[in-house]
């Protein structure tokens, strides 16, 4: 959890006398003095205690206030029960008009119990730290595809993943000021996750076992978006685990496809927004085209065999078709048909024959401007030329 002044105050029970709307601040560091000006000793965002020793007149309340302003100080902290009773009037509508955070500790608690709350936050704040960094380096590895299936869900695991996996993408101006926020929304909503920036985009890798990706990538941009602004966000499908990468670069290609929809772009991006555009994206790498394949091309895979045997038919016909709309052009749309493939070799009689049938359809390459109704009878002749037997076909030696 981040520490500032509003966190560490409501922790000890503390109020804010001043500067609520600034006290969101992070706190690096807690600095105690009784010097009239300490900000030569100070770098900025420290949280400063005093009990004002120094302060005895309001010229110098004030002053103290604006420099402390002036330096970017978090807030202060002001001991009463010493020098003075309560926290000075002037110093108080000095940090106001300033909107600077000011609070009062108590004569019952002792400064050491503040730095030592502190720095216990602060130590949390370097572990999640270092968490994240370790969590960084398994997408990377997993991305750059170092790691084994097996592998990849072993280091996976500890961090509550299992079989299923998603990837949710958030695109902001800050990523690394809102991981650890990121990551108390995962923890609250009790998903297993892994929170990483990678490609400039602050992603989450959770598990994706009985919870819907888009939902909770919708919930989690809205409160991102109340604390840093303008958040798009973006999550693929479930998939198994060891297929991390895919799911990954589903995300970044639909985050890349609503970007140009000029406002029309849905709360939380998916596969469903990328349609052809997820082929221009896919030239990039190997995975990405793999992604494409699986998520547009699958049912050309079932009727693969089918679709092998049929395809030089195919390429001829719309070789054919294509060569008559391009009549009257400076170029030809493709090259003659053919014309770079050498005739395969002669092995069998048959195959002799029915290379010397005769191929009147080539007359299709002749000087026609009939335009798209040419196309079409030109494939209706072609389908019915190829369903007849050639006069020295198999077919042919059969019936003879």
Known sequence: ??????????????????????????????????????????????????????????????????????????????????THRRVPAALLTAARKRSFPVFEVPFELPFIAITERAFAQLVDERYELLQRNMAGDVLAEALAGHLYPE??????????????????????????????????????EQVGSLVAIRAGLLCAVIAADDRDPIELAGRVRRELGARFGAVRAAASRGASAHSLRLSFHEARCALEAVRLQNGKAPEVASHADLGA??????????????????????????GGGRLRRGAPAVARRVHRAQRTLGEGREGPLLPPSHAALPRPPRRAADRTRLLECPRSDRVLAGASRQGADTVMSALDEDSLRESRACPGSVGAAAGS
């Open 1 to 82: 959890m981040e520490l500032t002044v509003e966190s560490l105050t409501a922790e000890l029970g503390l109020e804010l006398a001043s500067g609520q709307e600034s006290a969101k601040a992070h706190v690096r560091w807690v600095h105690s003095s009784e010097l009239a000006d300490p900000t030569p000793w100070l770098k900025g965002g420290e949280l400063l205690l005093t009990t004002g020793l120094q302060l005895v007149g309001p010229k110098v309340q004030r002053e103290l206030i604006e420099r402390l302003a002036d330096h970017e100080i978090a807030g202060l902290g002001f001991g009463t029960g010493f």
């Open 151 to 188: 592998d990849l869900k072993a280091r996976l695991r500890p961090f509550g993943i299992g079989e299923q996996a998603a990837v949710l993408a958030f695109s902001l101006e800050e990523p690394g000021g809102a991981a650890a926020l990121l990551e108390r929304i995962l923890e609250r």
């Open 277 to 302: 555009f997820q082929l221009l994206l896919s030239l990039q790498d190997d995975d990405t085209l793999s992604t494409y394949c699986r998520g547009v091309l699958g049912s050309v895979e079932l």
